[in-house]
């Protein structure tokens, strides 16, 4: 065997290695991903029960107007809205500030992380739970506070506040994520561009502005995306915190999708919904990176 053919021999080897490798991921990328929201695009144009006996009957674009037009489902998509914004706000500030604080590697430093981080090991429906049974009309904080003399407050029983109070909860359980991000990027830091920033006189606040937040970009715009991501399809708390109320306050469009439509045996009305919140999902991932690599092409040609 000549040498040409030995190396064409060793590159086709060497690509079946690699596709043999690669395929096993494909296919269970498009079996869990891509199939499932097929098929959600399809019932979308359907008017569908859900029962094997029923035939889908393809209704255009029905299911997809009522979204838009039910004051119900644009209410949730309001919600959903203002508890993703919110709560990406104060998951990632809070996360931020503490992963400042505990960057140093010792034993008090260690024992917080893990402390921060345990909301996230706990079931999403057992910290609804929990919280309802301090928060509630009849919880714990409201009960030390009428012995104390003071007036209950109406973390779950007012709209407003429920909404609020919800916000809170969730960012309570999810920061430690974003702690762990935060904590991780500046690990890639380089010690000598503090130092050096230092030895030129700089604060700490100007230490943070010039050198650690511009290192960070990368891990703020990760760390956006996913709690921006985890806050959109929030339900379980819903579901164990607030049941969707008071008057609607607190329904998300996840809780719609499978505490309402499904319930109710419309799942093109569901699977049209479950479509818009998978593109609303799409379009705020894209945009945060677009406005990230706008940020980054901006520095280039500045610097």
Known sequence: MTRKAWAGRRGRSQAATRAGMVV????????????????????????????????????GLDNYREVFSSTDITAAMVVTGIVAAAGAALVNVAALGLALLLRQTNRFNTFGRIVMFYPHVLSALVVGFLWQALLGPQGVVNA?????????????????????????????????????????????????????????????????RAVTWPSLAPTVTVAIITSCLSLLKTYDV????????????????????????????????????????????????????????????GAESVG
Do not use: C, H
């Open 144 to 208: 030390m506070m009428e012995k104390a003399g003071a007036s209950s407050l109406p973390f779950l029983s007012d709209e407003t506040w429920a909404l609020w109070t919800m916000i809170f909860v969730i960012a309570w359980a999810l920061f430690g994520v974003q702690l762990v991000i935060y904590l991780a990027g500046l690990q890639t830091i380089s010690p000598d561009l503090v130092e050096a920033a230092r030895i030129d006189g700089a604060g700490r606040w100007q230490v943070f």
């Open 24 to 59: 096993p991921a494909v296919m269970i990328y498009v079996g869990l991903l891509v199939v499932p929201v097929g098929y959600a695009v399809y019932y979308s144009l359907t008017d569908y029960n859900g029962f094997p006996s029923q035939t889908p009957e393809f209704t």
């Open 238 to 297: 819903v579901v164990s915190l607030t049941g969707g109320g008071p008057a609607g306050s607190t329904k998300t469009l996840a809780y719609n999708i499978l505490a309402v439509s499904f319930p109710e045996r419309r799942v093109g009305l569901a699977s049209a919904q479950a479509v818009v919140l998978v593109v609303a999902a799409a379009v705020l991932a894209f945009t945060v990176l677009a406005l990230r690599r706008r940020a980054e092409e």
